[in-house]
């Protein structure tokens, strides 16, 4: 599969963190969030 430069911004990053640890996420919710925290630069 071909690999995308594209990145998560860090405001997207903060917020798909807060969704991870809230306990009133869905677990759809909570997948997309890990998708985008993966796709986030790494400092």
């Known amino acids: 599969m071909a690999q995308s430069d594209k990145k998560t911004s860090p ?11 809230s306990k009133d996420s869905s677990a759809t919710a909570k997948s997309v969030a890990a998708s985008a925290l993966s796709q986030s630069k790494k400092n």
């Open 11 to 21: 405001e997207v990053a903060k917020k798909a963190a807060q969704e991870l640890h």
